[in-house]
């Protein structure tokens, strides 16, 4: 029987598993080597060993309304798109409202997690914490391990010849804070990504030159997109997942890249084919390309070569007085307090985790990752159904199929893992649907032919909306009485925080035409295609 639960970190993953398993009546304890809350949106001026490091200048990807936790939206006052220090106080009054402070310990480093000797039996685990150079340890009923993937950097320098050559200064991305230091001085960023872009673009306004080196290219997305909106609340919807299930392959795709038009293309950015350029994660920057547009940042290649003070790239141009190199390359997964690094690596050192949370292997299911699954879609909302779905699987409640299967479904995963550098081992999914497996899997997703007959105007708006947290909150285990409020109002919200004035009315989130468009769509193109060999 689950009673006492291990909670390693407390940042937004361990907040929510803190809360959750208050919810269902367990006893939490979560350790976490900082002073406050946060995790990775817990601000230093400088980048601590062991911990999640950010720049100064951070903004959320995601706006409000799809990434506050499903039963906590924000305020509404706060902008659509916040900074991290608004983003900390959120998770500060989160812990406060949900009553989680009491069950943190603060200033405490876990340091070995190990099977008790007696887990084939009973699942429990020893746990073994240091605080003010005291080391103690305790015995508990499972483990989740909410201590983040942006911790521990990848710097890939054996892929870079003649970096021990290169007179210049070089560093990660997570050592980076403030662009005054590099004033008049000619950078090269390596990486696009959306922190690699964050710092070139930030760079450029003291730099006397950005160069931002890039293997693949990416589409550059704006947060804001059709008449203001947030482009998250009108992208992810359940109706354009629906319809990625039900199109052809190709008719998908196009659909996909026509979305992407919103998107700045230029060729130095070496978009790839539709097929691949399809699943490739967009990168999120409003500013890079009017810094490209004015030449302050200059696209290049990937890195040939690197020189005594110059670089060579993959086209062969020559870039001479280079001072600084930031390597914007990501980040490992790394968990150095698990005794069995096997547990969670357990196939050529890959991560290895049923639905991205469990490992498949272990003869008791009493530990769980929070946080390491991406998807287009915001954390906090992805990790309160994580939480909810593997605190189900720790009670029993929610039976997992046997190992076969669940590594017939990890294979399927992993050949969805992102591209991109190739030690990451982030996972990618679709955002609905994979809330909705896990949601289906406790019995809180909604059910929208229940919804339809019972509640016409919040099904349309579940269906044709924007999927936002709310949904996960509406039945089942859990469900919060303010989710049907919170999703009727969630467009209310989003024009107040940049309302100055009186506006015509938020557009309707069921578009009749839209929707007759796309059913009517196959039907055109099959119609056109018998015409041409009619003809």
């Keep these: 029987m689950v009673r006492r639960v291990a909670v390693v970190g407390a940042g937004v993953s361990g907040l929510a598993a803190t809360k959750c398993c208050l919810e269902e009546g367990l006893e939490p304890t979560c350790f976490e080597r900082s002073e406050d809350v946060g995790g990775l949106w817990y601000y230093t001026n400088k980048a601590e060993e062991g911990r999640a490091s950010i720049y100064r200048t951070?903004?959320?990807?995601?706006?409000?309304?799809?990434?506050?936790?499903?039963?906590?939206?924000?305020?509404?006052?706060?902008?659509?798109?916040?900074?991290?220090?608004?983003?900390?106080?959120?998770?500060?009054?989160y812990a406060e409202h949900f009553g989680l402070l009491q069950h943190i310990q603060f200033k405490t480093l876990v340091t070995k997690v190990k099977k008790h000797p007696n887990f084939s039996v009973t699942g429990q685990w020893e746990v073994v914490t240091q605080?003010?150079?005291?080391?103690?340890?305790?015995?508990?009923?499972?483990?989740?391990?909410?201590?983040?993937?942006?911790?521990?950097?990848?710097?890939?320098?054996?892929?870079?010849?003649g970096i021990e050559k290169f007179k210049g200064c070089y560093f990660h991305s997570r050592e980076y804070k403030e662009p005054e230091k590099f004033r008049g001085k000619k950078v090269l960023v390596i990486g696009l990504g959306n922190s690699g872009s964050d710092i070139a673009v930030e760079l450029s306004t003291m730099a006397s030159q950005v160069y931002l080196s890039t293997r693949s290219g990416s589409w550059v997305m704006s947060r804001v997109w059709d008449k203001g909106y947030p482009w998250d609340m009108l992208v992810i919807t359940r109706f354009q997942s629906w319809l990625g299930t039900i199109l052809p392959r190709a008719l998908s795709n196009w659909l996909y890249v026509r979305s992407m038009n919103r998107s700045f293309k230029h060729e130095n950015f070496g978009l790839m084919p539709l097929e691949r350029a399809?699943?490739?994660?967009?990168?999120?920057?409003?500013?890079?390309?009017?810094?490209?547009?004015?030449?302050?940042?200059?696209?290049?290649?990937?890195?040939?070569?690197?020189?005594?003070?110059?670089?060579?790239?993959?086209?062969?141009?020559?870039q001479d007085g280079v001072d600084l190199v930031v390597f914007a390359t990501g980040y490992i997964c790394s968990y150095p307090f698990m005794e069995d690094h096997s547990i969670i690596k357990s196939r050529d050192n890959e991560v290895t985790l049923y639905k991205g949370i469990i490992?498949?292997?272990?003869?008791?299911?009493?530990?769980?990752?929070?946080?390491?699954?991406?998807?287009?879609?915001?954390?906090?909302?992805?990790?309160?159904?994580?939480?909810?779905?593997?605190?189900?699987?720790f009670q029993g409640q929610c039976t997992l199929p046997p190992i076969r299967e669940m590594m017939d479904d990890i294979d399927e995963k992993m050949g969805k893992k992102l591209k991109g550098h190739r030690n990451s081992s982030m996972l990618q999914t679709d955002y609905v649907t994979y809330m909705d497996e896990l949601a289906s899997a406790i019995g809180v997703k909604p059910s929208m032919t229940k919804l339809l007959l019972t509640d016409p105007r919040l099904a349309l708006e579940v269906f044709f909306g924007p999927c936002t947290p709310y949904q996960f909150r509406l039945v089942g285990p859990g469900k919060w009485s303010g989710a049907r409020k919170a999703i009727l109002t969630q467009w209310d919200r989003t024009l107040r925080a940049t309302q100055t004035r009186i506006t015509p009315a938020a557009p309707t989130t069921f578009p009749w035409l839209a929707v007759l468009g796309m059913l009517f769509l196959p039907l055109l193109l099959l119609l056109a295609a018998l015409m041409r060999r009619w003809l």
């Excluded at 909410?146 to 054996?158: I, M, R």
């Excluded at 409003?286 to 670089?311: H, Q």
């Excluded at 003869?363 to 990790?383: H, R, Y």
């Design 58 to 93: 951070v903004f959320t990807n995601s706006c409000k309304e799809m990434s506050c936790y499903p039963d906590f939206p924000f305020p509404d006052d706060h902008p659509n798109y916040m900074h991290n220090t608004r983003l900390q106080h959120y998770l500060c009054k």
């Design 131 to 161: 605080r003010d150079g005291k080391e103690e340890t305790a015995v508990f009923d499972a483990v989740m391990v909410c201590s983040g993937h942006q911790v521990y950097p990848n710097l890939p320098l054996a892929d870079f010849p």
């Design 278 to 318: 399809s699943r490739k994660e967009p990168v999120f920057n409003d500013d890079l390309p009017g810094r490209i547009a004015c030449g302050v940042v200059v696209i290049k290649p990937n890195v040939k070569e690197f020189r005594e003070k110059s670089v060579l790239f993959q086209d062969g141009t020559v």
């Design 359 to 393: 490992p498949p292997q272990l003869e008791k299911p009493t530990i769980a990752v929070i946080g390491l699954v991406q998807t287009l879609g915001a954390i906090m909302p992805t990790v309160d159904l994580q939480c909810r779905w593997a605190i189900k699987v």
